[in-house]
């Protein structure tokens, strides 16, 4: 497995993991939980904002990596 495919995988499962707390923040009704979700969620999506450009500079850069 290349370090292109395993950070795309990552980057997947990081998307997911945003989309099921947001998805958690909208089906609680706990104010505090729906918070915590939220923050969370909003953690996540810079983290992935942040490693897919590191996944585009790789791909610039090694074109070997770019999954099509």
Do not use: W
Not at 26 to 35: G, N, P, V, Y
Not at 48 to 58: A, E
């Amino acid at each position: 497995m290349t370090v292109g495919t395993k950070m795309h995988q990552t980057l997947a499962s990081l998307e997911g993991a945003a989309a099921d707390l947001k998805t958690y923040a909208l089906e609680t009704q706990d104010q505090s939980a729906k918070k915590m979700f939220n923050d969370l969620n909003r953690q996540l999506e810079n983290i992935c904002q942040s490693l897919r450009g590191r996944v585009n500079y790789t791909e610039k850069e090694e074109p070997q990596y770019k999954m099509e």
